[in-house]
């Protein structure tokens, strides 16, 4: 009942800034919970950060204090503001939408899924 369209990926040098974009539409995302997930070549898709129904936040350790996930209801987006980028933080980013609102840290849990938006970090 979600579609999620993410954009805002693109190439950046390391030190660098991004702010990803996930528009939700089709459902009022208010009450959802909202992950970003990301995915690297040859990697497994890692957890980034999630924000809960009640505005919890979870972040994975290799982004905290440099990521935050905040969200704007009256627009249906969530962002992913992405600072002091590093080329490990190479890869496609996908935003995820839980309509049970609980921000938990696995994919599992979230039932709708953007496209992707490629982020490269060059050193």
């Known amino acids: 009942q979600v579609q999620l369209v993410e954009s805002g990926g693109g190439l950046v040098q390391a030190g660098g800034s991004l702010r990803l974009s996930c528009a939700a539409s089709?459902?009022?995302?208010?009450?959802?919970?909202a992950g970003w997930f990301r995915q690297a070549p040859g990697k497994e898709r890692e957890f980034v950060a999630a924000?809960?129904?009640?505005?919890?936040?979870n972040y994975a350790h290799s982004v905290k204090g440099r990521f935050t996930i905040p969200r704007d209801n009256a627009k249906n987006t969530v962002y992913l503001q992405m600072n002091s980028l590093k080329p490990e933080d190479t890869a496609l980013y996908s935003c995820?939408?839980?309509?049970?609102?609980?921000?938990?840290?696995?994919?599992?849990?979230?039932?709708?899924w953007g496209q992707g938006t490629q982020v490269t970090v060059s050193s």
């Open positions: 995820a939408a839980d309509p049970r609102g609980l921000g938990y840290v696995s994919g599992q849990w979230y039932d709708y």
């Open positions: 089709g459902r009022t995302f208010s009450n959802y919970a």
């Open positions: 924000i809960s129904r009640s505005d919890t936040t």
